[in-house]
């Protein structure tokens, strides 16, 4: 009788990068509270204690899950913009990279309504993020507008937020509506419509079609 071949499991970090892959959809499927451990450990293939072997417990994986998200989209890049426009394709080109994994993307979504919820993991992390965001971007808006770039009356940290509402805004709705909804398509018309109302001078040939941000 021929040996039947032994599945091997998961170790190290092979073995985390399964469950946190498991772990996405299942937050994005059932929320933080629905989810559970045994359900994630299951569909990854290991037991519960190995799930919390490595992350300790449904909090830990939760937290893992999000900084894996931010780690893979974060725009660390934006902060690199040299001009408005520029800042907007960057943000388009990190949703773009962003919308590459769609179990990520309604994670995300998911995530936005969540880290409202008292005694949510992700409390506070959402206005960390908004922070962040609002210190890191403002000044690139505000050089903008001292080169001569953009109309002297546009107020920087509006913009910014601005920028921000339209990506989380037509990021849920295309989470909501996915075949109706081309996220990337309809968020980048939003940026450059918002660009013309601020531009002193239109954008260069090409400047709105940015190549996808590795993730």
Avoid: W
């Amino acid at each position: 009788m021929t040996a039947r071949p032994v599945k091997r499991q998961p170790r190290g970090e092979d073995r985390q990068e399964r469950i946190i892959a498991v772990a996405v959809r299942h937050f994005a499927t059932y929320g933080y509270t629905r989810t559970s451990i045994a359900r994630i450990a299951a569909d990854a293939g290991v037991s519960d204690a190995g799930v919390l072997h490595h992350f300790g417990t449904k909090s830990g994986l939760f937290t893992a899950v999000i900084e894996r998200r931010e780690s893979a989209y974060t725009a660390q890049h934006l902060l690199e913009a040299t001009s408005v426009r520029d800042l907007f394709d960057r943000i388009i080109a990190g949703a773009a990279a962003a919308a590459a994994d769609p179990a990520f993307l309604r994670f995300r979504a998911v995530l936005s309504g969540e880290a409202l919820l008292d005694g949510n993991p992700a409390s506070g992390h959402l206005r960390d993020v908004l922070a962040t965001s609002l210190e890191a971007l403002t000044p690139i808006v505000t050089a903008g507008i001292d080169s001569g770039e953009v109309l002297p009356d546009t107020e920087p940290r509006q913009l910014v937020l601005e920028l921000l509402a339209l990506n989380e805004g037509i990021r849920d709705q295309a989470v909501t509506m996915p075949d109706d909804i081309a996220y990337i398509e309809v968020f980048t018309r939003a940026l450059d419509r918002l660009y013309r109302a601020i531009a002193v001078a239109p954008a260069q040939p090409g400047a709105a079609t940015p190549q996808p941000a590795q993730a």
